[in-house]
């Protein structure tokens, strides 16, 4: 399964290459998406394929289009805990914490993962929307000494069950005892780099930021060296596997049109922490209203998807169009099609039943619980 592609991309330089963008083509990837102004590989080998290979061995990813906004200053900590309605008094130096931007109306701005190399030094790792831009906005009114800019850092992830044993033989002992979200400082052979236990597929996995895109290549090849014992191989992000394990994709399952309650992401608030926050207002009056509407899982009865949505799949309800699906994939693991929708409240309950408009005839679903598997995220946790 494999989503349409144009007969051609043209390659701009508005349309930024990353540093491992020479060692991708060499890799045999097959074609790139757009994402955040950049070249995204988008596969290198049928999806099923590549699922499987994520699942059983380690595999690794060009993830530089998760570019950084980076924020220092003597008010770093101030503006940083400003843009996110997340409680960061809670987290450490050499800690990360999954986040949410939000607007003055509480929509989402952006899902970033937050890591704090510093007392007074962040970084936010972007999903495809122009959120640098939007912090240098609320900075200019928020009368603190900031400074905000996208560093030279590029991340690779490195993903899947034996995924330890690659970081393992690069970087020690020591990168084992980071726990979940934890992150470090390291040099490998003079290479400059960040080390997270973070992911996009609800495997153990970690993620590598290069700080000096000059050694892009190089960082390459010894990631390759070090997982070739252990059967790696250069997959794109799995869209299969982050459906399965309750990971939802900015500008696909949430946009700016809505807030953290409707998408499952209320956790992410913290309405009772002293701080203000862009969106406080708003997030309390909702979070009192109760959410109009609510993304959930569904399971999409039939064959195997041979598709996956290029654009909203309508859903109706009793004749009539509730809403639509976000994402919707074929899982080889569960052999079953799930997804999300984006309905109504009252369609939201489990065992709701629902119809879809795909690109091959009407289908029946129903609401069911997410994630799909590992709800405790024990796999990535162990």
Known sequence: MQPSTATNLWFYPCYRRSPFFAATQKAGCQGYDIYN?????????????????????????????????????????????LLTPRDLTQCG????????????????????????????????????????????????????DVEICEPDVSPLQVQGPKSKQVVQALFGEKVLALKYYDCMSADLDGIPVVVTRTGWTGEVGYEIYLRDGSRGEALWDRIMEAGQPHNIKVIAPSEIRRIEAGILNYGHDMTLDNNP????????????QEADFVGKKALKKIKAEGPKRKLVGIEIH????????????????????????????????????????????????LDTRLTLETPDGKADATVVRKPFVDPKKGIPKS
């Open 93 to 144: 130096v050499w800690q990360c914490k999954y986040v949410v931007l939000t607007a003055a109306d509480g929509g989402i701005v952006n899902d970033p993962v937050l890591a704090r190399i510093g007392e007074n030094h962040f970084w936010l790792a972007l999903a495809n929307s122009d959120a640098l831009l939007w912090a240098k906005g609320v900075a200019i009114n928020a009368g603190m």
């Open 302 to 349: 039939g064959g195997p998807l041979d598709c996956w949505p290029e654009a909203y799949w309508p859903v109706s309800s009793n004749g009539n169009q509730v809403g639509h699906v976000t994402s919707a994939a074929y899982s080889p693991g569960l052999k079953k099609n799930i997804g999300y929708a984006l309905v109504p409240i009252e369609c939201a309950g």
């Open 261 to 272: 309650y409707e998408v499952g992401l209320g956790w992410l608030v913290d309405l009772d």
């Open 37 to 81: 102004h950049m070249l995204l590989p988008g596969g290198y080998a049928d999806a099923e394929t590549e699922y499987w290979h994520l699942v059983r061995d380690v595999t690794l990813w060009d993830v530089s289009v998760e570019r950084q906004v980076e924020i220092t200053g003597p008010d770093a900590f101030r503006f940083t805990n």
